[in-house]
C-alpha cells in the first residue's frame, strides 16, 4: 500500500490561509464592534443634545401603532401623576444598554438617525433649571410622538393618589379641608369645655383648618411649588 508523500509547501500554504482567514474575521468583527461603539457614542451624544426637531421621518408601517402616542395624552398622565415631559437632555440618570440597543434596532429598520428625544418622568430624575420610571419618545411631527423604550421600576401604586392634591387649587383645598376634619376629630372631649356642642366642634375645625391652611401655603410658596398642570413641561425647578 502506497501513501502519497507529503507536500510541506501545499501544508505551509494551508497554514498561511488558515491564517489569513482567521485574521481577516477578527478584522471583520473589530470593524463591526468598532462601528457599534461609534453609533452608540453617536446616539449618546444626540440623546444629550438640546436640538429639538418638529419630528422624523419614520416609515410608519414599521411603527407599532400602540407606541405612539399624542402629546394631549402625554399631558394628561404627567398632570394625573406629577411627571416631567422633557427634552433627554434634562435626564441625570444613565440611559441602560437596553435602551442604546431600541435606538439603534430602530434607526437601522427606518434607515434614519433620530433625534428630538423626549423622557416622562419624576422631577427628581431632571436636572432642573435654578439652581423611578422613565419612558423615551422621538418626535413624530404634529404633536404625536413615539414610545423607543422604557426601563427602571413602575410607578407607586398609589402616586396617583399621593399627588392627587396637587393637581389644581380646587383638589388641594378639598385635601385641607378633609384633613382639618380628621385632626378636629381627633381631639379629645371636654379638652375646651365640659359639655361637647356642635358649635364648639366647628369652631375648632375652623381652627385646624387655618393652621393646616397656613403651613400648606407656606410650604408652597417657600419651596416654590405649583399644580401639576403648570410643570408637566417645565424645565424649572421652581415652576
Request: aromatic share 14%; charged share 25%; proline share 4%.
Amino acid at each position: 500500500m502506497n501513501f502519497a508523500h507529503t507536500d510541506i509547501e501545499k501544508q505551509l500554504s494551508r497554514v498561511r490561509e488558515k491564517e489569513k482567514k482567521e485574521t481577516q474575521i477578527l478584522q471583520e468583527v473589530h470593524e463591526i464592534l468598532e462601528k457599534d461603539v461609534l453609533k452608540e457614542e453617536k446616539i449618546a451624544k444626540e440623546l444629550h443634545s438640546k436640538n429639538a426637531p418638529a419630528g422624523n421621518s419614520f416609515v410608519f408601517d414599521l411603527l407599532e401603532t400602540d407606541k405612539i402616542y399624542h402629546l394631549d395624552h402625554i399631558k394628561k398622565i404627567c398632570i394625573d401623576y406629577r411627571l416631567r415631559f422633557l427634552d433627554s437632555s434634562f435626564f441625570k440618570g444613565d440611559f441602560p444598554q437596553s435602551a442604546l440597543s431600541k435606538i439603534k434596532a430602530l434607526e437601522a429598520a427606518h434607515d434614519i438617525d433620530i433625534k428630538g428625544y423626549k423622557i416622562m418622568a419624576p422631577s427628581k430624575l431632571f436636572k432642573l433649571e435654578d439652581k423611578d420610571d422613565p419612558l423615551l419618545f422621538a418626535p413624530i411631527g404634529n404633536g404625536y410622538y413615539y414610545l423607543v423604550h422604557k426601563w427602571g421600576n413602575d410607578l407607586h401604586p398609589f402616586r396617583r393618589v399621593l399627588v392627587w392634591p396637587f393637581k389644581n387649587i380646587v383638589n388641594l383645598t378639598l385635601f385641607v379641608v378633609l384633613i382639618s376634619y380628621l385632626v378636629t376629630l381627633m381631639v379629645p372631649d371636654g379638652l375646651f369645655s365640659k359639655k361637647n356642642t356642635t358649635a364648639e366642634f366647628w369652631i375648632i375645625f375652623f381652627f385646624m383648618f387655618k393652621c393646616i391652611a397656613s403651613v400648606v401655603i407656606f410650604y408652597g410658596f417657600a419651596l416654590g411649588k405649583n399644580f401639576n398642570p403648570a410643570i408637566w413641561n417645565s424645565k424649572y425647578f421652581n415652576a
